[in-house]
């Protein structure tokens, strides 16, 4: 029998049920891909979800669009500065930089991967206007303290929620704490609608520019949003024929060769040089999306359960686990990050489970902006300026506790880990 490969970094998201949304709109709704209301109904029930009621709602084909717009209706002068962590993803920083804001990175802490608060103190001066705060793999980052930090300086806050969907802290969801909050739905995050970003204005005093965005908005061609959906009909196909390598590998190839899908993030992305910021949501990518918030209890039940198992049962002194839940938060274990002793023991950690067929998550492994090959000169990184963040990424690894990994999948990836 062919053993099932686990994967922790592709095809997190991907199921039956998102399969055949994918095709049914391709084929019965085709002709109202892009007319129809669902959009404002999302935006909608997102809000009844977040419990939110004045806040205003903008979503958008990505994040980098929905950074670059929020950063454009600040009202700054030149060389204004914004803090961000250096742990990030490269998007964060090309967005930044093409809005012409002056990019300075802070350092991230060991044990829970948020920003520094001291570094964010030593690099505030009186031209920082604004902080983003990243909730890295699901936990929440330190909220009074930054609240605190904010009011002191009178500097604006984005939280960047792309990995704390669902996510609570004193029973209120993250996102509606600070003046903006980006969150995502992207094909690899908590739930997915393949590409998706959603602004929330908290922030009164900038409501009205929502009308500003909108009008500068267009929505993606019908090409382009067939190859979104187009991506949850081929890595559903490949990853069910992953152990018959030819075919899978010929999915994919012929997929990305004949661009039958998108990619992840271009050449230009990596070089910090990419401007296309003004695309809006395409209607149908709103329908997978509400169709993934009703399944977004279950999802995240699925998270903690594999959690609690590697939680409980890894018991490897190399291995240190990152993140424990507190009394007051609500977490959606988006990733199970583990730390290792060095980036040597990284490599063979990584061997040793490919070798047991399978993919530990790499993509925020070995670089500190991901994903690998950044080009973090043009990110505006001044090298060894936040060495913890240097330090971690060389060492960290994440286990699978996706949708599609079993109570024994979690097991019997213990018992690798123990022996190890
Ligand atoms: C924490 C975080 N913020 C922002 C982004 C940027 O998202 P996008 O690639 O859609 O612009 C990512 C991408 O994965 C992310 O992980």
Redesign the pocket.
């Known amino acids: 029998m062919i053993k099932k490969t686990l994967i922790a970094d592709f095809f997190t998201t991907i199921s039956l049920s998102q399969y055949l949304d994918s095709m049914y709109l391709m084929t019965f709704r085709l002709p109202l891909l892009r007319s129809w209301k669902d959009i404002l109904k999302f935006e909608n029930n997102f809000k009844n979800y977040l419990k939110i009621k004045k806040s205003k709602i903008l979503s958008f084909y990505?994040?980098?669009s929905a950074l670059y717009h929020t950063l454009k209706i600040i009202w700054i002068k030149k060389n204004d500065e914004i803090i961000v962590s250096w742990y990030?993803?490269v998007?964060?920083s090309n967005a930044v930089i093409q809005s012409w804001w002056k990019i300075i990175y802070s350092d991230i802490n060991k044990k829970d991967l948020w920003i520094n608060i001291e570094s964010i103190k030593e690099n505030i001066n009186n031209k920082t206007k604004v902080i983003i705060i990243?909730h890295t793999f699901w936990k929440p980052s330190d909220i009074k303290k930054i609240i605190t930090i904010a009011k002191k300086f009178n500097i604006l806050i984005i939280e960047?929620c792309?990995?704390s969907l669902w996510s609570e802290v004193n029973w209120q969801k993250l996102g509606t704490f600070w003046d903006f909050a980006i969150f995502?739905t992207?094909r690899d995050k908590v739930i997915s609608s393949i590409t998706w970003?959603l602004l929330l204005i908290n922030n009164e005093r900038y409501f009205k520019s929502i009308n500003k965005i909108k009008s500068k908005l267009k929505l993606p061609s019908i090409l382009l949003t067939l190859r979104n959906l187009n991506y949850n009909l081929a890595a559903k196909e490949a990853y069910t024929f992953y152990n018959i390598w030819v075919i899978w590998k010929l999915i994919i190839y012929l997929s990305r060769k004949l661009s039958l899908i998108t990619e992840i993030l271009t050449v230009s992305e990596k070089e910090c040089k990419f401007k296309n910021f003004n695309l809006s949501l395409p209607n149908s990518l709103a329908y997978l999306w509400i169709n993934q918030l009703n399944k977004i209890e279950n999802i995240i039940k699925h998270n903690i359960k594999i959690s609690n198992i590697y939680n409980e049962w890894i018991d490897n002194k190399k291995i240190k686990h990152l993140f424990k839940t507190k009394k007051n938060e609500l977490n959606n274990y988006y990733r199970y990050p583990i730390i290792l002793k060095n980036e040597n023991e990284v490599e063979k950690f990584y061997k040793y489970f490919k070798k047991n067929n399978i993919l530990l998550w790499k993509t925020w492994s070995l670089t500190n902006i991901v994903p690998l090959g950044t080009n973090s000169k043009k990110a505006k990184y001044i090298q060894k300026s936040c060495p913890i963040a240097e330090d971690i990424s060389k060492r960290i690894l994440l286990l699978p506790n996706n949708i599609n990994i079993s109570k024994n999948d979690a097991e019997e990836i213990i018992k690798l880990i123990n022996k190890f």
Do not use: P
Request: aromatic share 22%; with cysteine.
């Open positions: 990505n994040w980098r990030t993803c998007t964060v990243q960047d792309a990995h995502s992207w970003w």
